[in-house]
């Protein structure tokens, strides 16, 4: 069975710190898709990335960083240089590609940047 | 400009209240999905569907159905509302398979009193 946990469920860091979302995950396919989420006090879920089994390499997106270990089944996210306007909820999830079941959510990390 | 459209961002229901939960998106995609949003508990799956009339129970489905008459829209129904029910209510929708980006409406939030 599929399984995402965010061990970290509450982070909370200042202004121009930077912060690193660890997500780990389950999954008994060898192929499979990683995604980030990121929930802001509005309310609905914002796509931040995805990733497929195969492809290990680390993306950089701005101030935005994925690193994709699978000899660790892990998928952190890091951000540099951090902003208020990056406090948000942050979801990582899975979906494997081989059926066709939902994505799984890990429950959550509520990142707080303080000015 | 893609959407998932939830109907009502606010609701305070009583006890024992037939309630109804709509989504609609624009985007004709065939998959669709009610999640529950709990403090600490994450995104919980209630049911999807991947084709009209078609209805899949998720992780948590007691006390809900569903209904899919078109394939824009997706409903979430508690027949008989109790106060275990207060959440927040997410609905998504993603083109056929689950490996691509899910988009997820605004969200609804329940009282039930």
């Known amino acids: 069975a599929q399984k995402v946990t965010q061990a970290q469920t509450e982070i909370s860091v200042v202004e121009k710190e930077d912060v690193t979302l660890d997500c780990v995950y389950e999954?008994?396919?060898?192929?499979?898709?990683l995604f980030w989420y990121k929930q802001p006090p509005s309310g609905e879920l914002v796509f931040l990335i995805r990733?497929?089994?195969?492809?290990?390499q680390n993306e950089i997106s701005g101030r935005y960083s994925w690193n994709f270990q699978k000899s660790t089944s892990s998928f952190n996210f890091t951000i540099t240089a951090s902003q208020v306007v990056d406090s948000a909820v942050y979801f990582c999830?899975?979906?494997?590609?081989?059926?066709?079941?939902?994505?799984?959510f890990g429950k959550g990390t509520r990142l707080s940047v303080i000015a | 400009d893609v959407k998932v459209t939830q109907s009502s961002r606010y609701l305070v229901k009583r006890t024992g209240e037939k309630v109804f939960l709509e989504c609609v998106q624009d985007m004709d995609h065939e998959n669709m999905f009610w999640y529950r949003q709990d403090p600490g508990l994450g995104l919980r799956l209630i049911y999807f569907s991947y084709d009209v009339k078609m209805k899949e129970k998720g992780d948590i489905p007691e006390g809900y159905s569903v209904s899919r008459e078109k394939k824009e829209r997706f409903s979430l129904i508690l027949e008989s509302a109790s106060t275990n029910q207060t959440s927040m209510y997410l609905c998504a929708s993603i083109v056929g398979g689950n490996t691509g980006e899910l988009f997820f409406g605004e969200g609804s939030r329940l009282t039930v009193l």
């Open positions: 999954t008994r396919d060898t192929t499979y898709y």
């Open positions: 990733r497929n089994s195969f492809d290990e």
């Open positions: 999830a899975l979906s494997e590609a081989g059926g066709n079941t939902p994505l799984v």
